[in-house]
């Protein structure tokens, strides 16, 4: 199975404050975040990470960072956020992600953070991103600008309560 998440931002205290996330602290929320996720994700499964999983904090929380991701099963691709800032290796060699890529096609999808981040030439049937940090899955965005027959989905932690989506749910979301 392939499922997409975005946006879970380990350890940042402030994002409960900024999207109002419904967590009494960090650890709760990153607990909660973590669970949902391995409710779902199988250790054959296949997950696009579209970015933000933490915040740059500094080296003490390179390894914390890294043994959090490694202990969530799956197969992980990340598809870094403006938030991802340590390097490609750390991420590949110490998270364990497959690869870590800004931008990525699969199918007649593009897969991506921020939804404005995209060219025409990335352009797909779908636009999947995370960012926005909504409540809806179809985030916040203005689609001015994006190809009309184009279709956007948030697969953000905030816009889908707190879960990996899979791509079967993605797509029927998204053609009905």
């Given at each position: ?57 500094g080296s003490k929380y390179k390894l914390i960072i890294s043994e959090l991701v490694k ?106």
């Open positions: 199975m392939i499922y997409f998440t975005s946006d879970q931002h380990f350890f940042h205290d402030n994002v409960i404050k900024y999207c109002d996330r419904p967590f009494s602290s960090v650890e709760e929320m990153n607990a909660i975040i973590s669970r949902n996720y391995c409710e779902v994700v199988g250790v054959n499964d296949l997950v696009m990470f579209l970015g933000d999983i933490s915040i740059k904090r202990s969530l099963p799956g197969h992980k691709i990340l598809i870094r956020g403006n938030h991802d800032q340590y390097t490609n290796k750390f991420y590949r060699e110490e998270c364990g992600f497959m690869e870590s890529v800004r931008i990525k096609r699969l199918e007649q999808m593009v897969l991506t953070h921020n939804p404005l981040d995209f060219t025409e030439e990335d352009s797909g049937k779908y636009l999947i991103h995370g960012h926005s940090h909504c409540p809806v899955p179809m985030g916040n965005f203005s689609h001015t600008g994006f190809l009309s027959s184009q279709k956007v989905y948030d697969v953000g932690v905030d816009a889908n309560n707190y879960y990996p989506v899979s791509l079967d749910y993605v797509i029927k979301e998204l053609d009905r």
